[in-house]
């Protein structure tokens, strides 16, 4: 499923495969919780977080940026459902970072969100290490080693969140 140096394809649809599509399906409900956290929140004036809640914020406001980043590599891979799913996964955390911002009880919203996405990209490293899937010319250690900080992204969300209570 990779594409050769300095080509650029056609827009198209790649075949994801059952842990593909597992790593979505798992996303995709993160996607959801994010958005139902926000929807919760919604309509209550941000307050000035500190301690664990400024800790979480700042973790996932620095996933938030690296999706934001990701939309130029789906855009260069032409792939619809990665395009798609890459904006759907901002959505979903931009929402659930702005929840957080409102709501200092959205810690159990925050450890489902983390939860899903983590069990996601776990299954997206077996998905990485069973297909041989690469992207363009990036190295596979690269690829292994984002996905790696979204891991630990996630986890420390957890860790934080279930420390504080």
Do not use: Q
Request: hydrophobic share 60%.
């Amino acid at each position: 499923m990779s594409s050769g140096a300095g080509a650029r394809p056609a827009w198209h649809v790649s075949d994801w495969g059952p842990l593909g599509w597992l790593e979505t399906a798992l996303k995709a409900g993160g996607i959801g919780v994010g958005i139902a956290a926000l929807i919760t929140a919604s309509g209550r004036a941000a307050e000035g977080p500190g301690g664990a809640r400024l800790a979480e914020m700042i973790v996932l406001g620095l996933l938030c940026l690296g999706l934001l980043a990701a939309i130029a590599d789906r855009y260069a891979d032409r792939e619809i459902v990665g395009m798609v799913f890459i904006l759907g996964m901002n959505v979903g955390h931009i929402a659930m970072l702005i929840a957080l911002a409102r709501d200092a009880d959205v810690g159990g919203f925050l450890v489902a969100f983390a939860l899903l996405m983590l069990a996601g990209d776990l299954v997206k490293l077996v998905f990485l290490a069973t297909t041989g899937f690469t992207v363009r010319a990036v190295p596979r250690a690269a690829v292994y080693g984002l996905v790696g900080v979204y891991v630990v992204g996630y986890a420390a969300l957890i860790v934080i969140e279930l420390v504080a209570r």
